[in-house]
């Protein structure tokens, strides 16, 4: 799917028990993510979360992220995406909330439900997602105020405080969040496998296999995905600057690997995603 694709509507709403999430990937839109029943540890950014019935995750969309789920589990979620610009449009003068407050946090934010606040929630999750595709006029209506209830009762739930605190569970997952945190800060350097396996103070052959068991990405899959979703961030923000300056400030020591990963987890070549980005949000 390429960029533009993706961005034939504001907002998407989906209810879905079935189709295998999507891989390891990133967008420009920002994301409500809540976990209705499965088996699921989500691995956002640098953290490893292991959900829970009723946990809601908030996202700005490009963190990358990826859900790994347990297949002899029902997994059962809903997903809104949509475009913060066109959102904030919604919810100009006199509206005062700022909904989008809780998307803009660097951590991606992820709450554990109380009873009362899934009984408010869900119905308007469902109402949203019964509403998304239909054409007509009042529908679609219906469908925008069925959002902003939506953004408005999230911005709600996200600004009270909570308790829970979701740490890695178990020895392995505690490691390989240590490995996620490192390459979080180092993914721009010249990494070897020897020198993660060296942080993290483990075998390195027991490392990579840790590693894919947990994550079900191979490690290098991950180092080279974070490499490409930064070139992504800066190919929207900062757009002036070349795809050699790009390439080398991600981690890449050769512009011809940097161009065949980029092309292989996008699908566009990096000089079309950086036009395409242009042209989509041509202020940013």
């Known amino acids: 799917m390429s960029l533009m694709e993706s961005f034939t509507k504001p907002i998407e709403a989906l209810f879905n028990t079935s189709r ?36 809601l995750l908030l996202m700005n969309g490009m963190t990358l992220h990826y859900p790994k789920i347990n297949p002899a589990y029902e997994y059962c979620r809903t ?5 913060p610009a066109f959102a904030e449009g919604l919810f100009r003068a006199p509206l005062l909330t700022p909904v989008l407050n809780p ?12 009873s009362g606040e899934r009984e408010k929630l869900e119905p308007m ?6 509403l998304s ?3 007509d006029i009042i529908s679609r209506d219906r469908f925008l105020v069925a959002f ?7 911005y709600e739930i ?18 390989v969040q240590q490995l996620i945190s490192y390459v979080e800060t180092h993914y721009s350097e010249d990494l070897t496998l020897d020198d993660m396996a060296e942080a993290v103070h483990l075998n390195k052959h027991y490392l990579v296999k840790m590693f894919k068991e947990t994550t079900g990405i191979t490690l290098f899959h991950y180092l080279y995905r974070r490499r490409i979703n930064q070139a992504k961030v800066l190919f929207t923000l900062e757009p002036e600057k070349s795809i050699t300056e790009t390439a080398y400030e991600v981690g890449f020591k050769h512009l011809s690997h940097f161009s ?4 292989k987890f996008t699908g566009l070549t990096a000089d079309e995603y950086r036009k395409q980005v242009l042209y989509t949000y041509p202020k940013l």
């Open 20 to 55: 295998i999430p999507a891989g390891f990937h990133s967008h420009l839109y920002y994301e409500i993510y809540y976990f209705h029943s499965g088996q699921c540890s989500y691995l956002v950014g640098d953290r490893i979360y292991n959900l829970s019935p009723g946990d």
């Open 79 to 83: 997903i809104v995406h949509f475009d």
């Open 158 to 175: 996200a600004d009270k405080p909570r308790n829970r605190n979701h740490e890695p569970g178990g020895p392995r997952q505690q490691h």
């Open 103 to 114: 998307f803009k946090k660097v951590d991606n934010r992820l709450i554990s439900l109380e």
């Open 125 to 130: 999750l469902e109402q949203l997602c019964s």
């Open 133 to 135: 595709g239909k054409n």
């Open 148 to 154: 902003m209830q939506v953004l408005l009762q999230v």
């Open 260 to 263: 065949q990963t980029f092309k």
